[in-house]
Structure formats: C-alpha cells, structure tokens
C-alpha cells in the first residue's frame, strides 16, 4: 500500500529522483519557464510554491532554508526578486498550460510551468 507516500518515482532511486526535482525547481527559478512533460510538470510546481512561500517571509532563517535546498544564485534570486512579488499572494505562484502536441519519442503529454 503506498499510504502517506507522496509524489511520482519517475523510475529512478531515491537519489536520483531528487536531484532529478532539484534540477527542474533551478531550472524554473533561473528562466522563469520550462517546458516538460505534465507529471513533471506537477511535481515541480509542488517544490517550487513551497519555496517561494518560505521566501515570502523575508527574514534570515527562510534564506538559510533557500541556500539548503537550492544553489546560491537561485536562493538569491528567489528570497530578493521572485518572492517578493508575491507578498499579497496566498499561493498559487506557478501556472501549467498543457499543451495538445505529445512527445514524439513516447508521446508524453507536454505541459509549460511558468511563474505567474
């Protein structure tokens, strides 16, 4: 039973599915929008909104949490610039427009998450 289990495996380990989310959460940080496949798509907008509301808070401690789960630049960026754009906002920081082409490989359904 997968009760209390939370998120997508993505097929890889425990590791490398981390670092997999890391990556994509610097990715939408840096350029702002990223196209990826829906269920990725989702995930990342879990990570990212979560941060975005610890940097809402402005102070020390929450920077000190960015630079724990991002690089330095992207912490930055994200504690100075992004988050404070959303200081009245009670969520809902990213938006997912699904697009209809798939993939051509596999045909995954392709999404863009972008910061609103």
């Known amino acids: ?9 993505f ?9 997999f989310k890391k990556n994509l959460a610097v990715s939408l940080i840096r350029h702002g929008k ?3 496949t829906e269920a990725r798509a ?3 907008r879990r990570i990212v909104e979560r941060l975005i509301t610890h940097g809402k808070k402005q102070d020390l401690a929450s920077l000190r949490r960015l630079m724990q789960k991002l690089p330095k630049a ?3 960026k994200l504690h100075h610039e992004i988050a404070p754009k959303y200081k009245d906002r009670k969520g809902g920081y990213t938006r997912i427009t699904k697009h209809t ?6 045909a995954a ?4 998450i972008e910061l609103v």
């Open 101 to 106: 082409k798939v993939r051509q490989g596999d």
């Open 42 to 44: 989702k995930e990342v």
């Open 1 to 9: 039973m997968r009760h209390l289990k939370k998120g997508k495996k």
């Open 109 to 112: 359904k392709r999404a863009t």
């Open 34 to 36: 990223i196209t990826t």
């Open 11 to 19: 097929g890889r380990k425990r590791g490398q599915r981390k670092a």
């Open 74 to 76: 992207e912490a930055y």
